[in-house]
């Protein structure tokens, strides 16, 4: 995901193009033309672009060394020397905050079994939310995950409901093991070798990597208090998947009281449900 950012003008206010005027758009509309010409074209032609991540591997690359280091014809210099220059006037949006305040928002009401729908996918949460009123936050264009909220608190992430056949899978087609490539001239391939892409200070990958830490950090908090027979890293992290991230700090406090209450040697369910509840207590 790219970088979000608002560039202000001299009154700091967003700099928006004339409702109705599409002639507002000619920079928008000249930068496709160009990257259609200059880079899909090559995208296209290149047999070492055969995944995503090739693609955006060479687009980065690209991007970097052709179109921000190209003279301007209007301005007289690169994107790239105009973009420093007015560096210090971007604002960069946080992406998280950003990606939560634009969720979709709805109340379901859990069956027995902690069942619920969604634009037609079925969800399980918890027992401890069977036959409650959640409200389900989610991004309509990805419902690989959704966040389940009970009188406006977290309660987990639940990921779609999926039932496994019990019979293997059967074999796929045969792969022609020489497979008929007609040599072309791979300009883009030999950009992307000659230069490696640069790097993006991408505010979601730091996000993530916080989220990452924090989880190993509960992880090594628990394996260092609880008792060897019990722990079972795999439940721990199952259990950071669907409530984290978990401030370390405050999961230390509540560890100490659930083990002070139930001992090292307890089942590490009965230790994680009960963690909750001690966190949640004022």
Not at 163 to 185: A, E, F
Request: hydrophobic share 35%; glycine share 4%; net charge negative.
């Amino acid at each position: 995901m790219a970088q979000i950012v608002a560039v202000l003008s001299d009154r700091d206010n967003p700099i928006f193009c004339t409702a109705g005027r599409p002639e507002g758009k000619g920079k928008i509309e000249a930068f496709n033309r160009y990257c259609r010409a200059a880079f899909v074209a090559e995208a296209e032609a290149s047999p070492s672009v055969t995944t995503v991540d090739d693609l955006n591997r060479a687009w980065r690359v690209w991007l970097e060394r052709e179109y921000n280091q190209r003279p301007h014809e209007e301005i007289g210099e690169t994107p790239w020397e105009r973009w420093r220059r007015d560096a210090a006037r971007v604002v960069h949006v946080d992406e998280r905050r950003l990606a939560e305040a634009f969720l979709f928002r709805k109340t379901r009401t859990t069956d027995k079994a902690g069942f619920l729908k969604l634009l037609g996918t079925r969800y399980q949460v918890g027992p401890e939310l069977a036959r409650k009123r959640v409200e389900v936050r989610y991004d309509p264009e990805d419902l690989a995950t959704i966040e389940v909220w009970h009188g406006e608190t977290f309660q987990e992430r639940v990921r779609p409901l999926e039932v496994h056949p019990q019979r293997r899978p059967s074999k796929g087609p045969p792969v022609d093991p020489n497979p008929d490539d007609t040599p072309v001239v791979d300009w883009l391939g030999h950009m992307t070798e000659q230069y490696p892409p640069p790097e993006l200070d991408d505010p979601v990958q730091r996000a993530l990597a916080e989220h990452q830490r924090l989880d190993d950090d509960v992880v090594e908090l628990l394996r260092a208090r609880m008792s060897r027979e019990v722990f079972d890293e795999a439940a721990v992290r199952t259990f950071l998947e669907r409530h984290g991230p978990l401030d370390p700090a405050a999961t230390a406090e509540a560890v100490e009281l659930v083990i002070e209450m139930g001992g090292e040697d307890q089942h590490v369910v009965t230790l994680l449900g009960d963690l909750i509840d001690a966190m949640e207590q004022p």
